[in-house]
């Protein structure tokens, strides 16, 4: 007999999610994934100017403020056939770099590392061995007896208080948390390093973009930091460096930390390289162009179908027919008003919320496909597609941390093993890793183009009468996003968003496919249906985002204003 549980919300993500899920035989035999909240982002925008939009979609989330940005402006260029000028491509190529190195961070450290990790185990640790299996995973600085020493005794003082602030309410003591006490206290040592860096990389980000969240520099048709080397009121080289600065920081944190820590917790959790896998569809899109057409990326995009990499289908540029004309959204069972699936272009949003329905409709979510294909969207997808292309950054982190994994797990693993819960942390941290190269060659690219007198950074949008069709994408933090605009005589006719969330969080379509949520689920081990962590390891490692808000506190934590939308 199957028991029905209910996790409502998932905790640690942004937004509101349930999940349920029927447990037998200590297993996921079925899942359901609902989104709990509607945006209604894509109504709010009919009628507006086109240029306002970026502005608009950027409130979709608190955190993912500048995909929706950089998806926008490319969305309403497309539709106008405009290129933007390469000092404009650069200054968003950085800013898209920092916020993933910042967003990626604190994924994992802070919303789901302690799926992982036991906190209160690393009371228990031996603090030389916990120096002892550092020192086999990297050279980080900090990783030193007195450091590790000091995080114990701050862990002590705090379990002894009772009040364990941002480690309360975990699954301490679960059957399924089997790290090493001395890889616990490591792994907090590093939980507490990462607040510190993911800081770094929201100042960096702040320097260039005018604030965070919500940007303030993008427009569209370019940029709107103004470049002059010798002008204290612009972006100039003292900005431009201490941007630099930051980011060369951030990125010793990722490949000296970030990375070996997920390495090192993957092979230590060997076990669960086989759970997780679901959907083996990935589908990838290109960005950080080189060129003002978006016909040249330093990070490649595409489609694999199963799994095989000899499948791979690549995306070539900013207009590719392969990515426009393959997307489809269905609300089959989603609450909105009727049956259909449909192109982005031809899509409306009209709310039509009834009952959680198992075999209904039961949730806000869409659910896109790509060639009647459920697609599984994320760091794994970019790196799968982009190691299936041969791309160098990518094969020869892909290779390296693979090798480590091997050596620390006492057996040797190939790419397979990403198709699992831990494989898309791996590919989370690889992808961290590689944007903390490409983000220095970018800053270095945008610093040498200035130096040639180039310091054109807006190309003037025009509005002609008529109607334009439109499409942009960007690779954010959690995969694939997609923006589609209809204008009509200079305003907004229709506007959608076909968001990461949206591919792995849908519900099934009209042929009952499950998506990639609800698939990964299945197979999954269930020790206990009271303490539900094996749900939230996979959940998690997707990084949800649904909906989330920015709160507006005082230094004292008091809140300042409350905005209800009618």
């Known amino acids: 007999m199957a028991q029905r549980i209910v996790v409502d919300p998932i905790t640690r993500i942004e937004g509101h999610l349930r999940i349920d899920a029927e447990v037998e035989n200590g297993a996921i035999t079925k899942a359901w994934s609902s989104g709990q909240m509607w945006r209604g982002i894509e109504v709010i925008l009919q009628g507006r100017d086109p240029r306002d939009a970026w502005v608009f979609t950027q409130r979709i989330c608190g955190v993912c403020t500048t995909v929706h940005a950089l998806a926008s402006v490319r969305t309403v260029e497309n539709a106008l056939g405009m ?3 390469m000092n404009a491509q650069y200054v968003r190529n950085l800013v898209m770099s920092i916020h993933a190195l910042h967003d990626h961070i604190v994924h994992f450290y802070v919303l789901s590392a302690l799926d992982w990790v036991d906190v209160v185990s690393a009371l228990k640790a ?5 120096v002892a299996l550092a020192e086999t ?17 701050k862990v002590k003082a705090i379990v002894d208080s009772g009040q364990l602030g941002p480690f309360a309410n975990g699954y301490w003591g679960h059957p399924a948390m089997t790290l090493p006490p001395e890889a616990n206290l490591m792994a907090v040592s590093h939980y507490l390093e990462a607040l510190d860096y993911q800081r770094k990389a929201d100042k960096a980000l702040a320097i260039i973009s005018g604030k965070n969240p919500h940007i303030q520099n993008f427009s569209v048709g370019g940029v709107t930091a103004a470049i002059n080397p010798d002008n204290e009121a612009t972006l100039n080289m003292e900005r431009l460096y201490w941007v630099k600065q930051l980011v060369e920081e951030v990125r010793g944190f990722v490949q000296q930390v970030y990375l070996p ?20 569809n990935y589908l990838a899109v290109p960005d950080m162009p080189l060129n003002t057409k978006g016909t040249a990326f330093d990070l490649p995009g595409g489609t694999i179908v ?3 990499l000899k499948t791979v289908k690549p995306f070539t540029s900013f207009n590719d027919p392969y990515f426009k004309d393959n997307v489809v959204e269905s609300i089959a069972r989603s609450w909105y008003k009727g049956n259909w699936s449909k192109h982005p272009f031809e899509e409306e949003t009209v709310p039509n919320y009834t009952d959680f329905q198992d075999d209904g409709k039961y949730s806000w979510i869409k659910a896109p496909r790509f060639q009647d294909m459920p697609m599984q969207v994320g760091p794994l997808a970019q790196v799968m597609v982009g190691y299936a292309q041969g791309h160098v950054l990518t094969k020869k982190y892909v290779d390296d941390a693979l090798s480590q994994v091997s050596s620390l797990a006492g057996a ?16 989370r941290a690889i992808r961290a890793a590689m944007l903390a190269d490409l983000a220095l060659e970018h800053w270095a690219k945008l610093v040498d183009n200035i130096g040639t007198g180039d310091l054109e950074i807006f190309n003037k949008p025009a509005f002609p009468k008529g109607e334009q069709m439109g499409f942009g994408f960007h690779e ?12 009509k005589d200079g305003k907004i006719k229709n506007y959608q968003c076909v968001v990461p969330s949206t591919w792995n969080a849908g519900p099934r379509d009209g042929k009952g496919a499950p998506g990639p949520y609800e698939a990964s689920l299945v197979g999954n081990p269930m020790e206990n249906s009271e303490l539900p962590l094996e749900v939230l390891r996979t959940v998690h490692s997707f990084d949800p985002c649904i909906a989330c808000a920015v709160h507006m506190l005082d230094p004292y934590g008091r809140e300042l204003t409350r905005v209800k939308a009618l």
């Not at 820590?261 to 083996?280: C, M, Q, R, S």
């Not at 954010?476 to 204008?487: E, K, N, T």
């Open 306 to 308: 199963g799994g095989d």
């Open 83 to 85: 290129e933007i000028p």
């Open 261 to 280: 820590d997920v390495i090192a917790i993957g092979a230590l959790y060997k076990d669960w390289l086989a759970y997780g896998a679901g959907v083996t």
């Open 137 to 153: 995973l990297s050279n980080w600085p900090n990783n030193s007896y007195n450091r590790f020493k000091a995080v114990q005794e």
């Open 126 to 130: 031996d603090v030389k061995k916990t």
């Open 476 to 487: 954010a933090p959690r995969g694939a996003l997609s923006h589609w605009i209809v204008i």
């Open 412 to 427: 040797k693993v190939g790419a397979g093993v990403l198709h699992s819960t831990p494989g898309r942390h791996l590919a």
